[in-house]
């Protein structure tokens, strides 16, 4: 005969929690995931960094949201701010206006909302970088991969959107252009613009919409996708540097509860701060020194957004001809001509287009190109890795040449030179730069394997010269230690894979392309120190020893 106790809290808010745990269950859960493991190092907060930023982006826009009206409406201003007063504006900008100086806190809740939204999509590109050069796509997480690139497009979705709603001569100027590229696209292109804007631009109704996507759709898939990423990484396990114990069938770290719990809400308290210190001092976005939108003038010298400058230097570096050959055609239709402008659309959709195809498909590129398709839990280090290093620092080249020509005026503002030749400059660096750069990076990261291979095989340098008693000169290494040296050597000797006969013995086509990029991949290696050599070396090493004793004893 057994009886049960049912266990009674003490305490008020034991009594509560033992409440809700007994309905809802969450102790199972609580202690499932708290004993999650997870590595530590320091580039995993960037992911992190990401997810507070968002934290932060929401609770900022959601006081802003209690204060801002996304109207269009024509009215004059007649607020806190003298220089214009009596300027005609719409109840957006002058919504804008009175959270900056009319509500408490305003102006800094909407610096910590442009702050936080600045560093949240700077967070997520560079944790894709960092996953990226360290080859953590690869299986089972390549629809985490995936993910990763629909949150940075819808980042950039946000931080647009976000950035069009004062309705300010900066923001009406980036909405010009986004006009200019949809009216750009022959038969349709007239109707999506007059639908999107509400009529010919800047229309009545584009505020609004944008504001819609702004606080409801766009965050709703931004949150879908974090939820999606965070739950392939629990049900993946978390990726690990490589080193001593660090298999991909273990991970070496700390668990969840109680370490990583309160590092990560430690961690999200100094990103407030950080923000928040940012914010209270440096300012951004003062809408009131451009003043409303109007479409007559363009004004010189404006900046968009760091992360949407790339598409702005883009149209800036598109000549609108090459000697004879005009980038624009009549087309003519039975019910009128249309124009087809490349010098727009091609800059515009072509290298953002690019970019995160090649971006979306690496995962699978790079499994057919080495027909690996083994689970990968161990990061690389990049300069194990020469091929896919290089491959991506030719990829932010390219970006950065862009991001720079957005640019182009302040440079020769600055520096009094000719705009045209940085123009000029930065078109050469264009095409060749990516090629310069893919060139430089893998030639460094070979370089770096065969220093790690003199590292391994004869010591680290230490700078001590000593003279042997013949009177030669030599300078003294040092053995590195155990845990150095298995970092050194034990990573994944990468083989260029020749073209392989299918079943039938034929070589398809297909093959042989892979071949080819197989060869391009690996042809170019250096290989990891053997056991072997090692066991040889430090075998020198101690003969060379012995024979220094024999001669100073002698």
């Known amino acids: 005969m057994s009886s049960t106790t049912e266990y009674t809290p003490k305490t008020g808010t034991g009594r509560i929690a033992n409440f809700v745990d007994s ?4 102790s199972a859960m609580v202690k499932e995931f708290g004993r999650k493991i997870f590595p530590d190092h320091w580039s995993f907060m960037f992911g992190e960094v990401a997810l507070y930023t968002f934290v932060l982006l929401l609770l900022s826009g959601t006081f802003l949201t209690f204060f801002f009206d996304p109207s269009m409406t024509h009215i004059t201003y007649n607020g806190s701010y003298v220089p214009l007063k009596g300027i005609g504006m719409s109840v957006a900008m002058q919504s804008t206006m009175d959270i900056s100086f ?7 809740m909407r610096q910590v909302h442009h702050w936080s939204a600045l560093l949240f999509v700077a967070s997520v590109s560079v944790h894709m970088l960092r996953v990226f050069f360290t080859g953590a796509f690869r299986r089972p997480r390549e629809l985490n991969w995936v993910v990763g690139g629909v949150l940075l497009i819808l980042a950039l979705a946000a931080g647009f959107t976000g950035y069009s709603l004062p309705d300010d001569l900066l923001s009406g100027n980036g909405l010009r252009i986004i006009d200019g590229v949809i009216k750009a696209i022959p038969i349709v292109g007239t109707y999506i613009s007059m639908f999107f804007f509400g009529g010919e631009f800047p229309g009545i109704h584009v505020i609004p919409r ?9 965050p709703a898939m931004i949150i879908l996708m974090i939820v999606i990423h965070l739950f392939m990484v629990v049900t993946h396990k978390h990726t690990q540097y490589p080193g001593p114990g660090r298999r991909n069938d273990n991970v070496v ?15 999200f308290f100094i990103i407030f701060g950080i923000v928040a210190f940012i914010s209270g001092f440096f300012q951004i976005n003062a809408i009131w020194n451009y003043g409303p939108y109007d479409p007559s003038p363009v004004s010189a010298g404006t900046q968009p ?5 790339f598409v702005d230097g883009a149209l800036r570096l598109m000549p609108g001809f090459i000697g004879n050959f005009p980038f624009e055609w009549v087309i003519p239709f039975p019910w009128g001509d249309n124009t087809l402008n490349l010098a727009v659309l091609l800059p515009a959709l072509v290298p953002a287009g690019i970019l995160f195809t090649i971006m979306f498909a690496w995962p699978w590129i790079e499994r057919w190109v080495t027909k690996d398709d083994r689970e990968h839990h161990v990061l690389d280090r990049p300069r194990n890795a020469p091929f896919r290093t290089a491959v991506g620092m030719a990829g932010v080249v390219w970006y950065c040449t862009m991001w720079a020509a957005a640019s182009s005026d302040l440079i020769a503002t600055h520096f009094l030179v000719s705009l045209n030749d940085v123009t000029y400059w930065l078109r050469v660096l264009f095409i060749i730069g990516p090629f310069v750069a893919f060139f430089v990076t893998r030639r460094i990261c070979l370089s770096l394997q065969r220093k790690d291979r003199e590292i391994v095989l004869h010591g680290r340098e230490t700078g001590t010269i000593q003279m042997s008693p013949e009177g030669g000169f030599s300078e003294k290494h040092e053995d590195i230690d155990v845990y150095r040296r298995y970092l050194l050597t034990n990573f994944e000797d990468r083989l260029y894979i020749p073209a392989q006969p299918d079943a039938a013995g034929h070589i398809t086509r297909k093959e042989k ?12 290696r250096v290989a990891p120190v053997t056991p072997k050599e090692l066991e040889a070396a430090h075998g020198h090493h101690e003969v060379e020893g012995a024979n220094d004793s024999d001669s100073i004893e002698k």
């Not at 957004?305 to 400058?309: A, K, L």
Request: no cysteine.
């Open 210 to 218: 944008l504001y819609s996507l702004h606080i409801m759709i766009v």
């Open 305 to 309: 957004d760091w992360y949407i400058g």
């Open 513 to 524: 392309r892979r071949a080819k990029f197989s060869k391009l991949f690996f042809e170019d």
């Open 253 to 267: 770290g700390f668990p969840v509860g109680p370490v990583y719990a309160a590092k990560a809400g430690g961690f």
């Open 102 to 108: 009319d509500v408490r806190g305003g102006l800094f």
């Open 23 to 26: 309905r809802v269950g969450g």
